[in-house]
């Protein structure tokens, strides 16, 4: 099983910064992509933003060029840091991998615990 732990998230004023930090562990063979997911009160989870293995980067369109997505692979970390954020960004922030645990092994989707952010105004 692939763990992913993440951490960061907390309660900030309208403007304010948070970096989210998501640290895969068990028994992994290769990580492809890594990202950040979030799903608001009564709404659906959506994609924050994605990062490749090789480092190409996706961002939703509501991010708006507040967010950056950035990786470690010695770590197996993600990280999302985010600036400018509004009330609407409060949201349980989840961490999403797809990985193999052995060579030539099936790919798996693994996701995190999620984390509580809250923007207040």
């Known amino acids: 099983q692939v763990q992913l732990v993440e951490s960061g998230g907390g309660l900030v004023q309208v403007g304010g910064s948070l970096r989210l930090s998501c640290a895969a562990s068990?028994?992994?063979?290769?990580?492809?992509?890594m990202a950040w997911y979030r799903q608001p009160p009564g709404k659906e989870r959506e994609l924050v933003a994605s990062?490749?293995?090789?480092?190409?980067?996706t961002y939703a369109d509501f991010v708006q060029g507040r967010f950056t997505i950035s990786r470690d692979n010695a770590k197996n970390t993600v990280y999302l840091q985010m600036s400018s954020l509004k009330p609407e960004d409060t949201s349980v922030y989840y961490c999403?991998?797809?990985?193999?645990?052995?060579?030539?092994?099936?790919?798996?989707?693994?996701w995190g615990q999620g984390t509580q952010v809250t923007v207040s105004s």
């Open positions: 068990g028994i992994i063979f290769s990580i492809n992509n």
């Open positions: 999403y991998t797809t990985a193999a645990r052995r060579p030539n092994g099936p790919v798996n989707a693994f």
């Open positions: 990062v490749a293995s090789g480092g190409t980067t």
